[in-house]
């Protein structure tokens, strides 16, 4: 055993399409890496062919957890059922807690360039599943950026070293947008008990597996960390950019089926029907 976190698996996800035809790569969520948990699945875009996003998320719904909205180029349009109408910019963060349910759409608001970011689904406990849909829109401004020796983050959610995340999460997670130089070995210290993947997007990281052997994570792909203790990475020589998503693992089964995430079956059942009577979403 070791007394650091230590690698566990590496995925360089699996390119999809999803809304009405967005094009994008499943980083989490998917048949080689499953959730890690409270993180249900992690969506990455990253293009410059209108073709591949113009069309967007159209109105759809949601049921039993968290989506949590990254952009880092472009402009997404969001509207929803509750009357909520946004655009989000470069840096901002949308932060959306479905609870019992939703609909909303997502559109790009641009005919060319690059559309760039995350989509990150969080899980609900039980006993939040059913809570008031609630929206949090976080200007990039409202984010508070830190730097240390060889580089920097912008915490998104959570406490890092001095600074607290706008977002609230309802369950207690750590999300950071982390930039590190070439060459900088980064060691942080996650929470007890907490899971943990970083999802590389820019760049590469390398870290040592629980016998020590050194693995290189270029971008983009997933690196799962096992263990507790402090974890590091070392970037590569451009350097890395990296998603850093740390949660309290919720430990409840996950009965998922499309935009609906609960921990049965009949309470999946329930969501599709209430979805059908138009009822999912009302008061
Ligand atoms: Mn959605």
Redesign the pocket.
Known sequence: MTDNRYLVALSPGMPTTDGAGVKLTRMVGTPHLDMVDPFLMLDRIDSDDPDSYIAG?PN?P?RGFE?VTIMLEGLMRHNDSVGNDGLLKPGDVQWMTAGRGII?S?LPEMIEGRLKGFQLWVNLPSDKKMMPPSYQDIEADRVPKVSFEGGGARVISGDFMDETGPAISQTPIRLLDVRLDAGTAWTTEPDDGNDLFMCVYEGEVSGTDVEGNRHTVEAPAVAVFAGQGPVTVTAGPDGAEILYCEGQPIREPVAKYG?FVMNTREELQQAVDDFNRGTLAAG
């Open positions: 998320f759809h949601h989506t909303h997502e935009p």
